[in-house]
């Protein structure tokens, strides 16, 4: 594998798009419990949530590279070589944008399932991500990164992939708890990206929350997020259907343990500690998304396959 090659697999951080199924996961689980899902929309849901986080992950390393900032550039060989650098922003760039248009392809077909909420739903991201990446101050450069995230894998995701099936629907509490789930599980990932990142990030002058708070600081708030999810999970709202009050206590405990476990060895910025800190956030938003997963095969009846409706 080439440099080139290297730089783009790497920015595309292929682990982290369990992230965007996991929300889409979310938002099909709600649509379960709201009445059932149709089978073509949700794949092209999914599509574009997984094309859209690789076309942002790829915008986030090329800002990072012209910034100047982020393990993007000390992970390459010759870091000194502006040609170098130059042809891999321009190569970031390129493929950035070639992604972000398969993205808004995919998007586009979101017209087809929900008519003109679906460009309003697009566009709406479109806004949120200029914000993210460009506008006035550049969120993904300051300690408030973390909330996008929150909203953009939690509301957005799950509320739009819901809506997608099902607009007629009064029933919103589902969407409203999937989404905070979701969203803190997803905050917690990034809490662990931005903590795994600490040295590069405050040696280059990024602003994070954890550059600008410390890990001590941050632990609270990653165990904060992990509280709020085990609560939900355990409470299980009348409207949320768990299959078994047992499995949200099960999954919970489990959520809690490793949380707390985050939480003693956090304030340690080691490089060695930081990894642990991603592995196990990461093992728990796939216990979640696999949990959810079941959730809608456990509901396979209220499947409503109609795919030449849609074509």
């Not at 938002?27 to 092209?44: D, N």
């Not at 819901?162 to 997803?186: E, F, H, K, R, W």
């Amino acid at each position: 594998m080439n440099a080139i090659t290297r730089t783009i697999v790497y920015n595309i951080h292929p682990q982290s798009l369990i992230i965007s199924t996991g929300a889409v996961m979310g938002g099909l689980t709600a649509s379960v419990i709201r009445g059932g899902i149709s089978v073509f929309p949700a794949i092209m849901t999914l599509l574009f949530a997984m094309l859209l986080q690789i076309s942002a992950n790829l915008y986030h390393g090329y800002f990072d590279l012209c910034f100047g900032a982020g393990e993007n550039i000390s992970g390459m060989g010759d870091r000194d070589s502006r040609s170098a650098n130059s042809s891999r922003v321009f190569i970031l760039r390129v493929v950035a944008n070639g992604f972000g248009i398969l993205a808004l392809t995919a998007g586009m077909s979101l017209f087809s399932f929900i008519g003109w909420f679906g460009l309003v739903y697009v566009a709406l991201i479109a806004i949120m991500l200029y914000l993210y990446f460009a506008g006035p101050k550049p969120m993904v450069r300051t300690k408030w990164s973390l909330l996008f995230t929150f909203l953009f894998f939690g509301p957005i995701a799950v509320s739009g992939t819901a809506l997608i099936q099902n607009t007629s629907s009064q029933d919103l509490l589902p969407i409203a708890v999937y989404s905070v789930i979701n969203g803190l599980l997803a905050a917690n990932a990034h809490i662990a990206i931005q903590y795994i990142r600490y040295e590069e990030d405050k040696k280059n002058g990024k602003e994070t929350l954890v550059t600008a708070k410390g890990g001590k600081f941050t632990r609270f708030v990653y165990l904060g997020n992990s509280l709020l999810v085990c609560a939900i999970l355990i409470v299980r709202p009348s409207a949320v259907d768990f299959v078994s009050r047992w499995v949200g206590i099960a999954v919970a405990a489990c959520v809690l343990l490793s949380s707390v476990w985050v939480f003693a060895i956090m304030h340690r910025n080691t490089v060695k500690v930081s990894r642990k800190v991603r592995t196990v956030t990461m093992y728990q938003y796939i216990l979640v998304t696999l949990v959810l997963m079941a959730i809608v095969m456990c509901s396979v009846d209220k499947f409503n396959i109609n795919i030449f409706h849609f074509l």
